[in-house]
């Protein structure tokens, strides 16, 4: 991710109410000494301040670091078609539109500030203008387990901390399922998430899916401790026949009238 991208976009945190609860597991026992509670509750403070830190670091700046690596690892063409489920405010749809200048980069989500604060599609909206990339960029209100949009049109599949959000197995399956159904033959698919990428894993391969890779992002996206790490799932969809899958066929046109339906 360009560091344009990361100044000029307002991006919030994720999960603010986990960082809340840390920040607060940090305040309280200093608040509660100084109200006259025994001293011994100051060794309670500075625990919890580790994995509160390590948080708000994953949150601002590590997955910033890892996602610009992930995408520059990518060697992008520049005129891919990319899908960004849970897009939230647009850290890494961002990041992506910079790399398709002659591209188009689509975000899908249905804006939950649970799960990101301040997730909203004006702000998601502004922060593709701020970072000079909303001319290649659209935003579309789904659910990520049932994607209005074409079978095989995406170069492309991304999802950042996103899926697990999904309460349930089966819905989460479905959401990986629908991000394989919606990628090209020969396309790439790569999510980050916590909890269940291992499962992801299993699913596309139960799909069809080839090269299909499971690595931990490290430390930079420790969610307060190695106890809660991101994994990155990477897959991709085997390449059609010779002279199916064409990308210079009508898959905008397709693109345009699964929407209208």
């Not at 830190?53 to 997955?63: C, F, I, Q």
């Amino acid at each position: 991710m360009s560091n344009k991208a990361v100044r000029q976009g307002r991006y919030g945190v994720d999960g603010p109410g986990w960082l809340l609860a840390l920040g607060g597991g940090v305040v309280a026992p200093l608040a509660a000494v100084a109200a006259g509670a025994p001293r011994w509750l100051l060794r309670v403070a500075p625990v919890v301040a580790v994995p509160a830190g390590l948080y708000l670091h994953a949150t601002v700046r590590g997955k910033f670091l890892v996602w610009e690596e992930q995408l520059d690892a990518l060697d992008l063409r520049g005129d891919e078609r990319v899908l960004d489920l849970g897009c939230g405010r647009g850290a890494v749809l961002t990041a992506v539109a910079d790399r398709v200048p002659k591209g188009h980069v689509t975000g899908v989500d249905i804006w939950r500030s649970v799960d990101q604060s301040g997730n909203d599609e004006r702000t998601t909206t502004a922060n593709a203008e701020r970072a000079q990339v909303a001319d290649r960029v659209d935003l579309v209100t789904a659910d990520m387990r049932r994607i209005p949009l074409a079978d095989d049109t995406f170069d492309l599949v991304v999802s950042s901390m996103a899926i697990h959000n999904i309460g349930g197995a089966r819905g989460r399956e479905e959401a990986v399922r629908e991000a394989y159904r919606v990628l090209r033959p020969g396309g790439r698919l790569l999510i980050a998430d916590i909890f269940h990428a291992r499962r992801y894993q299993e699913i596309l391969r139960a799909a069809g899916a080839v090269g299909v890779t499971c690595t931990d992002a490290g430390p930079r996206m420790w969610w307060s401790g190695p106890w809660v790490r991101t994994l990155l799932v990477s897959a991709e969809k085997p390449a059609a026949p010779d002279g199916d899958g064409d990308r210079d066929g009508d898959g905008d046109g397709d693109l345009e009238e699964e929407r209208r339906s």
